[in-house]
């Protein structure tokens, strides 16, 4: 057989359907995540056993399972369980946020920990009040020390969002996918749907070493 | 420029007042009294065995003594950064830190906490603020002080330590010695009545320790009460109007700089010393 | 919520679910075989002189780590059989799926723990007359290949998860005897609600042990 990547054009507008999928559920789902990952960082640092145990447990089981284990229980039992029909694109949302909100809680909890004992005591010294030293010293710094691990989190939520595609998503997987088999052209649409993802994912994993390399610079003080 | 901070800095390098000038107020109430602190890490290591300081309005106490003999950690007490096990402080006539045993939390009045500056050995700058935002960070939160205000006074302040263009700088773009300057002049933002310096020469570069010993005696020059744990020996003889000698926890030796920095009594503080001197020469 | 729990069905079917873990193991450390080594040699290779051999290795490893697992399993899938005229068994072809994944991400933390080797240790080295060959036998290796372990256990684990994947192209593992029971015993939440917690089960221990090595290495170097 003799490989034709011009076949692929013929489908470029169902694709590009697939893409806009894809991209508007990694979006959705970064946005809810980080609020989530956020407070349940927090969560973590609580006080309360209950609320810390509830929160480790979370994050534990969602870090702990398979990705595609977490969408199939969302899409098949959670509808049991709630005893409402939820529509494919919620259910994605759900299972990929709350994927998105686990893997991102770790990232603030471990920039929370890297601000160092010594701001602390430079807040005491100062004087500054429990409120102001969290919010004007300790969370900036933190959030800021995140942002490279939060975007490479978003390029792991774009590539993991490929899977809704198996729960019968109409993303770019699964768009690709079904060309494939009905123009049994394997080749070419599958390695087009790869190349898709590798130009979207590439150049933010570059950015993320830049964007790495500025915030530890800044943060070197 | 009237304001406080630019008044209390306001005539420069005045050579700094002899030891003599001190006993005369030596009837006066202590500033600060540490008496029996005691304060160790865990069951194996004690940092401090029952160590008792007085220091008087308007003395520059300088800490000297070996690695390990709690000096910084008696200044970190002093900052209420650390729970001890035992003792007391007060602090211009007022009880400002006191031991509660059996493991409950140290007592410590925050009111009193806020009349005293530290200036750390690593700067601690707020790395994600500049120079501006961190001097008038401290005074806009805790005394409520409007931002304009308190940006005068910085501005003011920076200007004096020839810093005045660094404003809108942030902390990854100064050098050490800078950096140190800076940390100075945000500890003065608020006032102090009491700073300590704790090793604040030791992360910088030899060409850089001049310019922040210059600052210091600067602000001595200014009658500023301070304590300042230092292992520049010709630092110490310079600005202290008194040298506490610290080993294994206690207090050795304490007098005039030339007694104990140049014919110590005690034989521990005459090793120390000769070593010090020997490895310097 | 008007929903029985009934974990019977679960329990009469344990069988075909432990085949299934079995099958999802031995996918996991033929996986891992294959890209702790393989990931080594691309490792090298890709801090070769020679742009040449740098250039396609740095390509292979960016592809795999900037596409969805599920594209290259399916493209491997559907079309190494016809690029290369092969046929393989379904687990071989999960094998060399979910190995060529791994190995790229494991030449990534070869890379980096061979770059944090501090350049005073080569130049101690090379003051000590040692050839280049001996400052990466004694210097470089020893210590990245311990800086690299941390990471090489958590992306294993991540080779674990990811072999539930093969599921759906066939490859009688864990996953693939969940899909089938839920279906066959009408008993979704029961079914994969086991599922998960087996993965979680080996899963949840192996990382634990991670982040007691890198709890012990702070202490260490402090």
Redesign the interface.
């Known amino acids: 057989?003799t490989i034709d990547f011009g076949i692929v054009l013929g489908f470029k507008a169902a694709l590009l359907q697939g893409l806009l999928m894809t991209l508007k559920l990694t979006l959705v789902c970064v946005l809810l995540g980080c609020v989530l990952g956020f407070v349940v960082s927090l969560a973590r640092g609580s006080r309360n056993w209950l609320v810390r145990g509830v929160s480790r447990g979370y994050v534990?089981?969602f870090?702990?399972?398979?990705?595609?284990?977490?969408l199939?229980?969302i899409f098949?039992?959670l509808p049991?369980?709630?005893?409402v029909e939820l529509s494919n694109f919620t259910s994605a949302v759900i299972a990929l946020t709350l994927y998105m909100g686990a893997i991102t809680s770790e990232t603030f909890r471990a920039s929370l920990k890297s601000v160092g004992r010594?701001?602390l005591?430079?807040c005491?010294?100062?004087?500054?009040?429990r409120w102001?030293q969290i919010t004007?010293?300790i969370l900036?710094?933190a959030v800021?020390r995140a942002v490279p691990t939060l975007l490479s989190n978003c390029?792991s939520l774009f590539?993991?969002?490929?899977?809704v595609?198996?729960v019968g998503m109409a993303d770019l997987?699964f768009i690709g996918?079904n060309i494939?088999n009905n123009t049994a052209r394997?080749?070419e649409v599958?390695?087009i749907?790869?190349v898709i993802?590798?130009v979207i994912?590439?150049p933010l994993?570059r950015a993320v070493s830049h964007v790495e390399r500025r915030v530890l610079?800044?943060?070197?003080? | 420029m009237t304001t406080s901070a630019t008044l209390q800095l306001g005539n420069t390098m005045k050579s700094v007042a002899s030891p003599l000038a001190d006993t005369t107020r030596s009837a006066a109430l202590p500033l600060v009294k540490v008496a029996g602190l005691h304060k160790s890490y865990g069951p194996q290591i004690q940092v401090l065995k029952g160590l008792d300081i007085e220091m008087k309005p308007g003395e520059r106490l300088v800490v000297i003594g070996p690695s390990g003999g709690g000096k910084s950690t008696l200044l970190r007490v002093m900052m209420g950064l650390e729970e001890i096990d035992k003792g007391a402080i007060s602090f211009d006539g007022k009880p400002y830190i006191s031991a509660r045993g059996d493991g409950r939390k140290t007592q410590i009045d925050t009111a009193v906490r806020r009349e005293i500056g530290m200036v750390f050995q690593h700067y601690t700058l707020f790395p994600h603020l500049n120079i501006l935002e961190n001097l008038i960070l401290a005074p806009c939160k805790v005394r409520g002080e409007s931002r304009k205000d308190a940006s005068e006074r910085a501005e003011g302040l920076l200007a004096r330590f020839g810093l005045g263009a660094k404003a809108r700088a942030y902390p990854s773009q100064l050098s050490g010695g800078q950096k140190q300057r800076v940390a100075i002049a945000r500890a003065l933002m608020l006032d102090p009545k009491l700073m300590l310096f704790d090793e604040v020469t030791s992360a910088l570069d030899p060409e850089l320790v001049a310019e922040v010993e210059q600052v210091i005696m600067q602000l001595a020059g200014q009658n500023m009460p301070m304590m300042i744990v230092t292992h520049d020996m010709w630092f110490a003889r310079n600005i202290a109007s008194r040298v506490v000698f610290c080993a294994g926890g206690v207090v050795v030796e304490d007098g005039p700089p030339e007694q104990v920095l140049g014919a110590p009594v005690q034989e521990r503080t005459r090793e120390f010393i000769d070593r010090v001197f020997h490895i310097r020469q | 919520m008007d929903y029985t729990f009934d974990f019977h069905a679960i329990g009469q079917n344990m069988g075909p679910l432990i085949d299934g873990l079995v099958m999802t193991i031995q996918l996991t450390i033929a996986a891992n075989l294959v890209g702790v080594t393989l990931g080594f040699v691309i490792a090298l290779l890709a801090l070769s002189r020679w742009a040449a051999v740098r250039t396609p290795v740095m390509l292979f490893v960016e592809f795999f780590r900037c596409t969805p697992a599920i594209v290259q399993i399916i493209w491997i899938f559907y079309c190494v059989p016809i690029l290369f005229d092969v046929y393989f068994d379904s687990l071989t072809m999960g094998v060399i799926a979910l190995g060529l994944n791994l190995a790229a991400f494991n030449a990534e933390a070869y890379r980096a723990a061979i770059q944090t080797v501090p350049r005073e240790q080569l130049d101690a080295g090379i003051a000590l007359g040692l050839s280049p060959i001996q400052r990466i036998a004694y210097i470089v290796l020893p210590v990245a290949v311990r800086a690299s372990v941390p990471v090489l256990i958590t992306n294993g684990i991540g080779s674990f998860q990811q072999s539930a994947l093969v599921a759906l192209v066939g490859v009688q593992d864990l996953m693939y005897a969940g899909k089938f029971l839920a279906t066959e015993t009408y008993r979704p939440i029961e079914t994969f609600t086991v599922i998960a917690l087996i993965y979680l089960a080996v899963s949840f221990p192996v990382s634990q042990l991670v982040e007691y090595l890198e709890r012990r290495r702070g202490a260490a170097s402090h």
């Not at chain 1, 702990?64 to 284990?69: A, D, F, L, S, W």
């Not at chain 1, 610079?217 to 003080?221: F, N, P, Q, V």
């Open positions: 057989m534990e089981f870090r702990g399972t398979p990705v595609i284990v977490q199939f229980w098949f039992c049991l369980v709630l005893g010594e701001q005591d430079a005491i010294a100062l004087g500054l009040p102001t004007s010293v900036p710094q800021i390029v590539k993991e969002s490929a899977l595609s198996a997987m996918q494939s394997p080749i599958l390695t749907v790869a993802y590798f994912a590439f994993t610079a800044k943060l070197a003080a």
